[in-house]
T-cell receptor
Framework: SQKIEQNSEALNIQEGKTATLTCNYT??????LQWYRQDPGRGPVFLLL?????KEKRKERLKVTFDTTLKQSLFHITASQPADSATYLC??????????FGKGTKLSVKP | DAGVIQSPRHEVTEMGQEVTLRCKPI?????LFWYRQTMMRGLELLIY????????DSGMPEDRFSAKMPNASFSTLKIQPSEPRDSAVYFC????????????FGQGTRLTVV
């Protein structure tokens, strides 16, 4: 069955540093992969989508890579700020359009 | 557009009672998802619809759970009878499936079964 693993449940970093989150998937080959942010008490909010023919995508301080050989995506936040503290979820796209999420990584950025 | 609208925001019910959660997707979106989120299991996909038709309901945990989408602007998730282990936050999301675009989530319904 399809399996999605995000490297750690929690990640603590200092303000100004780069946060790197990992998403690994097994038993399927998604054509695209999405990253979402979720704040406490709210629904997930879309951040970035990367397709299988794209190696890297950037949006402001965010960068996502997609390695279909390693079956892995990396999500980077550069110059992190306390406001970046949240849970980040990855979602490799299913073949039928279904959207299945990893458990998420809770990022805490300390001032 | 007001976004995806879910109701109620909070629901407390007694074990054995029927619970109905409601969702209004974004106008024009043709894909709708129902999720359940708990600390232990994360965000689980229960069922999703394309053009009002259920495509994959393999995530529905038991026959006590059922979902309908009678038209493009309304969906329900029903639990009958409810049990304490059904306590969770239930999210509805919608998207444009054929563009592989992002999903927009509602605020969720926090269900507590006592």
């Amino acid at each position: 069955s399809q399996k999605i693993e995000q490297n750690s449940e929690a990640l603590n970093i200092q303000e100004g540093k780069t946060a790197t989150l990992t998403c690994n998937y097994t038993n399927y080959s998604p054509a695209y992969l999405q990253w979402y942010r979720q704040d406490p008490g709210r629904g997930p909010v879309f951040l970035l989508l990367i397709r299988e023919n794209e190696k890297e995508k950037r949006k402001e301080r965010l960068k996502v890579t997609f390695d279909t050989t390693l079956k892995q995506s990396l999500f980077h936040i550069t110059a992190s700020q306390p406001a970046d503290s949240a849970t980040y979820l990855c979602a490799p796209g299913g073949s039928q359009g279904n959207l299945i999420f990893g458990k998420g990584t809770k990022l805490s950025v300390k001032p | 557009d007001a976004g995806v609208i879910q109701s109620p925001r909070h629901e407390v019910t007694e074990m054995g009672q029927e619970v109905t959660l409601r969702c209004k997707p974004i106008s024009g979106h043709n894909s709708l998802f129902w999720y359940r989120q708990t600390m232990m299991r994360g965000l689980e996909l229960l069922i999703y619809f394309n053009n009002n038709v259920p495509i994959d309901d393999s995530g529905m945990p038991e026959d006590r759970f059922s979902a309908k989408m009678p038209n493009a602007s309304f969906s329900t998730l029903k639990i009958q009878p409810s049990e304490p282990r059904d306590s969770a936050v239930y999210f509805c999301a919608s998207s444009l499936v054929y563009t592989r675009a992002e999903a927009f989530f509602g605020q969720g319904t926090r269900l507590t079964v006592v």
